[in-house]
């Protein structure tokens, strides 16, 4: 399973963090590959069995909270980013990367099943949420097979899953800040339609378009940007 998450990758990676190396079972295939590698963990145990393990990687293995990192700082050009997620932070993660998007070129991970279905799922699934509409604006994502818990000791009681985003590289022509306010007042008002969720941000005038009869689970993320784009032209007069 490991070797497949690494194989994962796109051939021409050249700077990658891999996050939560913990003993070191990605670890020991990604040190063959041609990348410049930076390998984090939260955990000091974790640190002293990977320099134990990996000696010739000492100055690489650093013990760094992933979500403290400054991801400009990481490398001088853009990265990828591997690893098996700390379930229990896996969506902090996410929101971490999509701080710093410009950045990452693709991330392989293995999450919770049930987080990697939410980050795949289109418009009109239950699962569609506020995740899946941030990760799809900037990223393709691929669900790209699923891990049963058995291959894990001792085993989880959560399903697991490992999915690639690549990286669109299209430079949103919308208030990335507002547009992240947008999907979230909406969803976090999921039943309503958009007509009533947003109505402290589009005005009276903005909401006579006929999108905001929709709930916010009916609508890709270019809707969601249309929807940004008019909220941030409307005149204060109305």
């Not at 701080?99 to 999450?111: A, F, L, P, Q, Y």
């Not at 941030?134 to 490992?162: D, N, R």
């Not at 992240?180 to 969720?197: C, D, E, G, M």
């Amino acid at each position: 399973i490991a070797k497949k998450i690494v194989d994962s990758l796109s051939p021409e990676t050249d700077n990658l963090i891999e996050i939560g190396a913990g003993t070191g079972i990605l670890t020991q295939f990604l040190i063959k590959k041609e990348t410049n590698l930076l390998i984090l963990d939260v955990d000091t145990e974790s640190i002293d069995i990977l320099h134990e393990k990996f000696p010739e990687q000492k100055n690489k293995i650093i013990l760094q909270d992933f979500l403290k990192l400054n991801l400009p700082d990481a490398f001088e050009n853009n990265f990828s980013i591997i690893g098996n997620l700390p379930y229990n932070i896996s969506s902090q993660i996410f929101f971490h990367v999509l701080n710093s998007v410009v950045w990452v070129d693709e991330m392989v991970v293995m999450i919770q099943k049930e987080v990697a279905e939410r980050i795949v799922s289109p418009p009109g699934s239950k699962t569609y949420g506020i995740l899946s509409v941030l990760l799809q604006t900037y990223f393709t994502c691929e669900y790209l097979f699923s891990v049963s818990p058995g291959v894990f000791i001792p085993p989880p009681k959560v399903k697991s899953a490992v999915i690639r985003l690549k990286n669109k590289k299209n430079k949103p022509d919308f208030n990335e800040k507002l547009f992240r306010t947008v999907v979230k007042q909406a969803f976090n008002q999921r039943r309503k339609t958009l007509s009533n969720s947003l109505k402290s941000l589009a005005n009276e005038h903005t909401r006579k378009h006929e999108i905001f009869t929709k709930r916010p689970e009916q609508l890709k993320f270019e809707q969601f940007a249309f929807i940004t784009q008019q909220i941030e032209n409307q005149a204060s007069d109305y």
